[in-house]
């Protein structure tokens, strides 16, 4: 059973930074792209930033230059440093994971950014 837990959320002032972790637990050897989403109140789930397994980034315009996607040595955590947060990043921010051709969802984590 693959889980995908998600950390790092919650309440920030604009110009600060929060770093989101997703621990991917269960029996696994590797994973392939791993990925953060998200999802404010009355829009669509929108890919904020992912890496392949190469370490090859792709960033949502929105975000290039203050996030950073990373992955774990281990091949089982991802991150998301955020620098310089706004309001509008203000969202439930999803880990999401491919392994072996299918898809995993974490269960989300709250950043809400205050002006």
């Known amino acids: 059973q693959v889980q995908l837990v998600e950390s790092g959320g919650g309440l920030v002032q604009a110009g600060g930074s929060l770093r989101l972790s997703c621990v991917v637990s269960?029996?696994?050897?590797?994973?392939?792209?791993m990925a953060w989403y998200r999802q404010a109140p009355g829009k669509q789930r929108e890919l904020v930033a992912s890496?392949?397994?190469?370490?090859?980034?792709n960033y949502a315009d929105s975000v290039k230059g203050r996030f950073t996607i990373s992955r774990g040595n281990a091949e089982k955590t991802v991150y998301l440093q955020m620098n310089s947060l706004k309001p509008e990043d203000t969202a439930v921010y999803y880990c999401?994971?491919?392994?072996?051709?299918?898809?995993?969802w974490g269960q989300g984590t709250q950043v809400t950014v205050s002006s």
């Open positions: 269960g029996s696994i050897f590797t994973t392939d792209t």
């Open positions: 999401n994971v491919w392994i072996v051709g299918f898809e995993y």
């Open positions: 890496i392949t397994a190469d370490g090859i980034t």
